[in-house]
């Protein structure tokens, strides 16, 4: 395989190291969903259906809240990157503690507000009777490991821009595991029902921060650096950095607000068709997971080389990332074709949802294609700290998704709900990529270090 010549010093980019660090951080990024798919898991198991639906109503009310503020990890992951790029141990340092202390404060913020947020996501959720009573049980338990997720939100995110991409998985695939211990133990074991649920899921979630400090001490990151307070509360390091977790806020919001929609469209198109449409939102989020950890890497790495004021690795990360990711949804849109009985066979047995599923089931195979460039240019541009085109992409694709929803819903019902959605996803994709020449004098204001001729 052909590798990229670059600065000395660095290691070449090739397709094989660019794996290496994206099948990680894949496993990595799956880490949330997949606690909270363990305790709807668990209680589908060992409880009834009321208590089923409560777990899965607590859960999907910390989803979107976590989700809301997931910009911890997104923004400390691209700071990070460039000050290991730039070689500045205590920028780096710097880049950990100062989001730290901001992710601890908004999860104290939380405990205080518990109970309006609990309401305000009872009400939203539209839980009644014995489903409600469980979803607040569990909300009660886990609502106390708020300041341990966003914390572990930025643990995550610096590992990860820190290129500790092993660690990173390790970490996340870790916690799941205890995760998965903890609840079965307490809830067969000691039979603590829907609060041991969430107890179990605090407590690995605290565990995860409390063993993410120990590798990045045990890794010699933070050895000898020496940190002073004016340098903690540079007001324009947090100005910047506040900047552009507002700038991945907005665009999480018009994420949450496409989702909704589709949602509550499904849900006036009938039950079948809201079961159908669950499915394929399932297999979305499994698409651009995947994607995802493509992107990451994109990131780290465009964070590293615009650290290292590095123009000819950045280009490198371009190239290497386009056709990762394009032969990546090729391949998952021909697998999607390969193996869609067995698919669809996975989300239910019925068989009248698996024949209407599949008659809508061609806008998952052209997803991955619409939606691969922008999964990777959005963690560019967050990884230079830049994301304010990233906003600018989601307001575009909203106002192209809404406006698509009106001129073909009426005619094509839920075909033009996933067409509008598809060109939501293919405006993301063209808007950053619009965007990119602009990017380059903005990350690079002056010349790129070249590598000196052999």
């Not at 590992?159 to 990173?168: F, Y």
């Amino acid at each position: 395989m052909a590798q990229h010549r670059t600065e000395p010093g660095q290691p070449p980019l090739s397709f094989g190291s660019y794996w290496r660090l994206a099948l990680p951080l894949t496993l990595a990024g799956l880490s949330g969903p997949i606690m909270n798919a363990t305790d709807t898991a668990v209680m589908g198991h060992f409880g009834d259906a009321a208590t089923m639906g409560g777990v899965a109503v607590g859960s999907q009310i910390f989803n979107t809240l976590y989700w809301l503020l997931g910009f911890f990890r997104t923004s400390t992951s691209g700071f990070a990157a460039q000050a290991r790029g730039a070689e500045d141990r205590r920028e780096a340092a710097l880049q950990l503690f100062r989001p730290l202390v901001f992710a601890g404060l908004v999860g104290c913020v939380f405990l205080l507000l518990k109970s309006p947020l609990e309401a305000a996501g009872l009400d939203l959720m539209g839980a009644h009777g014995a489903v409600e009573s469980h979803a607040a049980t569990y909300y009660e338990a886990r609502i106390w490991g708020a300041p341990a997720v966003l914390m572990g939100y930025v643990v995550a995110g610096w590992l990860i821009g820190m290129a500790e991409v092993r660690w990173a998985m390790l970490l996340a695939v870790g916690m799941d595991l205890l995760n998965l211990l903890l609840t079965v133990t307490f809830v067969k074991v000691l039979g603590l029902g829907v609060s041991g649920v969430a107890w179990a899921t605090v407590l690995a979630e605290v565990s995860k921060v409390l063993v993410g400090f120990l590798v990045i001490w045990q890794r010699g990151h933070l050895r000898g650096v020496h940190l002073r307070w004016r340098d903690f509360a540079d007001l324009h390091a947090i100005t910047r950095m506040w900047r552009v977790n507002g700038d991945v806020l907005v665009r999480t919001t018009c994420l949450l607000g496409v989702f909704g929609w589709i949602t509550r469209q499904s849900a006036l198109l009938g039950p079948e068709v809201l079961a159908v449409n669950a499915i394929l939102m399932h297999m979305q989020i499994v698409i651009s997971s995947a994607l995802g950890g493509l992107g990451n890497t994109a990131g780290m790495l465009a964070g590293q080389a615009i650290g290292a004021q590095s123009r000819r690795r950045f280009h490198d990360t371009l190239r290497l990332s386009f056709w990762t990711a394009a032969m990546s949804a090729l391949a998952i849109s021909l697998g999607c074709i390969a193996a869609q009985p067995a698919i669809l066979g996975l989300f239910t047995p019925v068989e009248s949802i698996v024949q209407t599923t599949g008659r809508y089931y061609v806008w998952m195979v052209l997803f991955p294609l619409a939606i691969f460039w922008s999964m990777i240019l959005e963690c560019v541009f967050t990884g230079a700290t830049r994301a304010g085109p990233v906003r600018n992409s989601l307001l575009a694709a909203t106002v192209v998704f809404f406006a698509a929803w009106l001129a073909f819903s009426t005619r094509w019902g839920n075909h033009g709900l996933w067409m509008a959605f598809l060109l939501f996803s293919l405006t993301r994709s063209l808007y950053l990529q619009l965007a990119l020449p602009r990017l380059v004098p903005q990350a690079f204001p002056a010349r790129a270090r070249e590598p000196v001729a052999a």
